[in-house]
C-alpha cells in the first residue's frame, strides 16, 4: 500500500501560493538547490507533478495519445490555441515521461557556465537601466542569469540573454505555409545563424564589442523569387535600443538598411511570423513591459521533444492533420511540473497591432514551449509553439560543440494564425537549399563572422 504524504491537490496549491509570494521554483523544496548540486527534480515536486498518469488517475499515461476523444481530460495543462486544433483539427499528440536530468535540457556548454557561476558565486541583477550585469556591475559573463527566477523580469532576461544557448548557432530551415484549406500555400529554405558577442558560455566577449550582445543573419536560398535575400540584425547590450537592421535584396543589388521599430511585418509574404515572435523574444526586452506571472501550474508541452532525426536523414518529423492530413508535426509532449504563465506589452510600440503576449516557460530550464500573441481586442492571434530537446535518438545522435556530449536545440515551430487559420510549419532541419548545413560548433567564430555577420557579408551571400 502506498501512502501519500499530500493530498492530489497540494502541488497545485503551493505553486498558486507561490504566485502570490514571489517564491521561486520548486514546491517540496527548492529547485535552486537541486540544479546546484546536479541532483534530480523529482525531490522538488510531488508525485502528481510528476506523472500524467497520477495527474489523470490513471486515464492518461505516458505512450498514449492525446486526441479530440480524450483531450478535455487534460483541458487544463494545454495552452487554449493547442487545445482547439486537438478538438477540432484533428491533430494528436504523444505523451512521453517527464524528464528529471536538467543536464539534459541544456547545451552542454550553457549548462556547465550556469553550474560555474552558481560554484564562483557569480549572480546577476539588473542595473538602474533595467539591463541584466553581474553583482558587481559587469556585463553579464554567460549561463542562466536567473536560474530561479522569481519574477516576470527575471524570466524573460532567461531567454532574451541568449536565445540558442549557444555562443554560434546555424539553423538550416523550411518553412511551409498552409493555407486553411489544406493546400500549399509557400515553401521557403533558408539558413538562420546567430553569434552571440556577449553572455557567452566561454565567458569572453567576442572582438571586445562590450556594447553589443549577439549579431544574427538570415539568408533565404529558396525559392528562386527570395533566394539571396539577406538580413542582418546588430543587437546591442542596452536592451533599450533597437538593433541595427540591414539588408540585401538581390534585386535591388545593394545593402540597405531598414527600420526596425516595425517588428511586426512578416519578412517574406504568406508566413505568419514576425521577427518579434522568435523565441518569445524577439524585440530588445526593455522595448517590451509590465511583465507579470500571471500563473506557476503543470503543463503538457514539448519541453523536451523528439528530434526528427528519428524519423528521417534530414530531420524532418513526420505530419499529420488538419484538412489535407499534412498540417501538424508528429510530436511528443511531457508533464512540465511548474511552467510560469508570462504577460508582457509592447511597450515601445505606439502602433504594434499586438496587445500583449503570453508565454509559457518552463522553470526547469527557462525555455518556452508557446508564445500566444494578442490583438488590440485581446483576440488570440498567433501561436508561436516550439519544440526543444536533445538531438538523440536510439543510435542516432548528433555531437554538440565540444564534439564529446549531445547537441541540444530547438526541433521545429509551428506558428499557426488562429485567426485565419493559417500554419507556417517550420522544421529544422540538417540541410536546406543550396547545401547549407545547420552547425553546432566552437572555435568557428571568426570565420562565422566574416561569413555572415558585415554588410559585406550580406552582399556575397546574395551572390551565392
Known sequence: MHIRKYDFDYG???????????????????????????????KAYPDELMSIEMYTKGKIKTGDY??????????????PIVYDQIKTMNRRIKIRATETDLAKMFPYESYQATLRNQREGIHAKFDADGNVVTSDGRNWVGGLP????????????NMAMAWGRGDYNQ???????????????????????????????????????????????????????????????????????????????PQFRRVR?????????????????????????????????????????????????????????????????????????DVEYELAPEVVVLESKPVGYPRSPVGRR????????????GCIRFDRQDKPWVNFEAGFGQYKAGDKEVKGPDGKHTAWSWTYVMSFDAQTRRMSRIAHQKECAGGWQSIFKQGEDENMYSRFFTQQALQRLGQV
Open 12 to 42: 497545485r496549491r503551493q505553486l498558486m501560493k507561490n504566485v502570490a509570494i514571489g517564491a521561486g521554483a520548486g514546491v517540496l523544496m527548492p529547485l535552486s538547490k537541486l540544479f546546484a548540486a546536479e541532483k534530480s527534480i523529482a
Open 66 to 79: 492525446i486526441t479530440a476523444q480524450n483531450v478535455d481530460i487534460v483541458k487544463d495543462l494545454l495552452d
Open 146 to 157: 536567473f536560474p530561479d527566477p522569481k519574477t516576470g523580469d527575471e524570466v524573460q532576461a
Open 171 to 249: 539553423y538550416a530551415v523550411n518553412d511551409t505555409v498552409f493555407n486553411p484549406d489544406g493546400s500549399k500555400g509557400y515553401s521557403y529554405d533558408l539558413v538562420w545563424a546567430e553569434l552571440q558577442v556577449q553572455g557567452r558560455s566561454d565567458g569572453k566577449v567576442f572582438r571586445d564589442m562590450k556594447d553589443l550582445l549577439r549579431l544574427q543573419t538570415v539568408l533565404f536560398t529558396s525559392t528562386q523569387d527570395v533566394a539571396g535575400s539577406s538580413f542582418l540584425s546588430v543587437w546591442y547590450y542596452d536592451q533599450r535600443k533597437f538593433p541595427d537592421l540591414y539588408g540585401y535584396l
Open 257 to 329: 538598411q531598414f527600420p526596425t521599430n516595425q517588428r511586426f511585418e512578416p519578412l517574406i509574404p504568406g508566413v505568419t511570423w514576425f521577427l518579434s515572435d522568435a523565441w518569445a523574444a524577439g524585440d530588445p526586452m526593455r522595448t517590451w513591459g509590465e511583465f507579470k506571472i500571471l500563473e506557476r501550474k503543470p503543463m503538457l508541452g514539448a519541453f523536451n521533444s523528439n528530434w526528427g532525426g528519428a524519423d528521417s536523414d534530414n530531420w524532418v518529423h513526420k505530419v499529420h492533420g488538419g484538412p489535407k492530413g499534412e498540417t501538424f508535426f
Open 358 to 369: 503570453l508565454a509559457y516557460v518552463d522553470v526547469r530550464n527557462s525555455i518556452f514551449c
